[in-house]
């Protein structure tokens, strides 16, 4: 393990002893750890990150936005009976000195949060109602934050949504080629290329007014909402790097292309990859049970096409990253960004295929 987590849970206000500490979890930008302590009442764990300040420039900042959530989520808890804060919100525990993070003398920022016990994340959906669940509280989420009160919360990655600038820099990679990898590529790029005319489709309707700016989560992967070991219901939601001002379409897009495909985000064998309709019907219908009396005609008519222009993003960004030399996202294997985008284009592909039955299927339920 390249970090002593032992030095670094002792700048925490943590009661206990440290007993051990294991690598967690499947994201691709920070490092996560779950950490256990030994105390009277028997041992507790806690969640341990190294944000990555190479992608999150300011981690003060985004540790207030982050405090800043967590509180009001906290307060809109408060008042629904039988809830549990602990559970139901991420907790961020103060470092010694009382901050939310710490710096090591590396430069490292360090954070700690309660373990969300007896409640499992998933990299791919194993049922329809895991689907509804986890629509449901990723929905829930964005309805809690719509009132959230105070100056507009910090962009923590700035133009994170921006597709049209996510395809400059797509072109921008095609360009330098700095790898020599274009060539291996050219599918994937000529497929890119051919999509170009809809990257501006949400941003344009944001700049005319038609669709509002809200909170949101922006990065809505199924592995960032634990479901409850018991009940299956959305515990919480997690992952809060990325909350800012957004379009919920973005967060509802990257929810059909994480929940309603079967293969993994980087399956090898595109015959793996298939579009399934009943995930996508329960993935509306426990979105819309939590968003429907907020969300305005607009957002309703683009929930559809919102996963297809997102998995398209990701799609580019895989690509750029793997014709920059994979300098953003953690890869495990060689030609790892490739085999993202691969599968990220063959969703776009498929969804394209049921458009149709997807948008009978948004009609039916709005
Ligand atoms: P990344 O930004 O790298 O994706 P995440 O914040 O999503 O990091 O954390 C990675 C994984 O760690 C999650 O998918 C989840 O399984 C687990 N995790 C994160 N926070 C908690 C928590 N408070 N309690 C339990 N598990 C957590
Ligand atoms: C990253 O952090 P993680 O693994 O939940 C990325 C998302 C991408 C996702 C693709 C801050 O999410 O935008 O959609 O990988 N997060 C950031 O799997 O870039
Ligand atoms: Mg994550």
């Given at each position: 393990?390249?970090?002593?987590?032992?030095?670094?849970?002792?700048?925490?206000?943590?009661?206990?002893?440290?007993?051990?500490?294991?690598?967690?979890?499947?994201?691709?930008?920070?490092?996560?750890?779950?950490?256990?302590?030994?105390?009277?009442?028997?041992?507790?764990?806690?969640?341990?990150?190294?944000?990555?300040?190479?992608?999150?420039?300011?981690?003060?900042?985004?540790?207030?936005?982050?405090?800043?959530?967590?509180?009001?989520?906290?307060?809109?808890?408060?008042?629904?009976?039988?809830?549990?804060?602990?559970?139901?919100?991420?907790?961020?525990?103060?470092?010694?000195?009382?901050?939310?993070?710490?710096?090591?003398?590396?430069?490292?920022?360090?954070?700690?949060?309660?373990?969300?016990?007896?409640?499992?994340?998933?990299?791919?959906?194993?049922?329809?109602?895991?689907?509804?669940?986890?629509?449901?509280?990723?929905?829930?989420?964005?309805?809690?934050?719509?009132?959230?009160?105070?100056?507009?919360?910090?962009?923590?990655?700035?133009?994170?949504?921006h597709t049209p600038k996510r395809f400059a820099?797509?072109?921008?990679?095609?360009?330098?080629?700095?790898?020599?990898?274009?060539?291996?590529?050219?599918?994937?790029?000529?497929?890119?290329?051919?999509?170009k005319?809809?990257t501006g489709?949400?941003i344009d309707?944001?700049?005319?007014?038609?669709?509002?700016?809200?909170?949101?989560?922006?990065?809505?992967?199924?592995?960032?909402?634990?479901?409850?070991?018991?009940?299956?219901?959305?515990?919480?939601?997690?992952?809060?790097?990325?909350?800012?001002?957004?379009?919920?379409?973005?967060?509802?897009?990257?929810?059909?292309?994480?929940?309603?495909?079967?293969?993994?985000?980087?399956?090898?064998?595109?015959?793996?990859?298939?579009?399934?309709?009943?995930?996508?019907?329960?993935?509306?219908?426990?979105?819309?049970?939590?968003?429907?009396?907020?969300?305005?005609?607009?957002?309703?008519?683009?929930?559809?096409?919102?996963?297809?222009?997102?998995?398209?993003?990701?799609?580019?960004?895989?690509?750029?990253?793997?014709?920059?030399?994979?300098?953003?996202?953690?890869?495990?294997?060689?030609?790892?960004?490739?085999?993202?985008?691969?599968?990220?284009?063959?969703?776009?592909?498929?969804?394209?295929?049921?458009?149709?039955?997807?948008?009978?299927?948004?009609?039916?339920?709005?």
């Open positions: 393990m390249p970090h002593d987590l032992q030095a670094v849970s002792r700048q925490f206000q943590i009661a206990g002893k440290f007993t051990e500490a294991v690598p967690y979890g499947t994201g691709h930008i920070n490092d996560t750890y779950a950490v256990r302590f030994r105390t009277l009442g028997g041992t507790v764990r806690y969640i341990f990150q190294r944000v990555n300040h190479n992608i999150f420039r300011d981690v003060p900042r985004l540790m207030e936005n982050i405090g800043r959530v967590t509180a009001h989520v906290r307060g809109k808890l408060a008042g629904v009976p039988g809830s549990d804060p602990d559970r139901e919100t991420l907790t961020v525990i103060p470092s010694r000195d009382g901050a939310p993070f710490h710096r090591d003398p590396n430069g490292n920022f360090w954070r700690a949060y309660i373990f969300i016990e007896g409640a499992r994340t998933f990299d791919i959906v194993e049922s329809p109602a895991q689907a509804y669940e986890a629509a449901k509280a990723f929905g829930g989420f964005q309805k809690q934050l719509m009132d959230l009160s105070g100056p507009r919360l910090h962009e923590t990655i700035p133009d994170f949504h820099k797509l072109e921008q990679a095609i360009a330098k080629d700095v790898k020599n990898r274009a060539a291996k590529v050219k599918r994937e790029i000529d497929f890119a290329l051919a999509h005319a809809m489709t949400l309707l944001l700049a005319k007014g038609e669709l509002p700016e809200r909170v949101t989560h922006n990065d809505t992967k199924i592995n960032n909402v634990m479901l409850d070991d018991k009940t299956g219901r959305g515990v919480c939601v997690i992952d809060l790097d990325t909350v800012m001002p957004g379009l919920v379409l973005y967060d509802f897009g990257d929810q059909i292309r994480t929940t309603t495909f079967t293969g993994s985000e980087d399956e090898e064998d595109l015959g793996k990859v298939q579009f399934k309709l009943d995930l996508f019907e329960a993935l509306i219908r426990g979105y819309l049970d939590a968003a429907r009396d907020f969300l305005t005609p607009r957002e309703v008519e683009f929930l559809a096409f919102s996963g297809k222009l997102i998995t398209f993003e990701i799609g580019i960004r895989f690509l750029t990253d793997y014709l920059d030399g994979d300098v953003y996202f953690k890869t495990h294997k060689p030609d790892h960004n490739m085999y993202r985008s691969r599968v990220q284009f063959e969703r776009v592909r498929l969804i394209e295929e049921q458009d149709e039955a997807a948008a009978r299927i948004v009609a039916k339920y709005r």
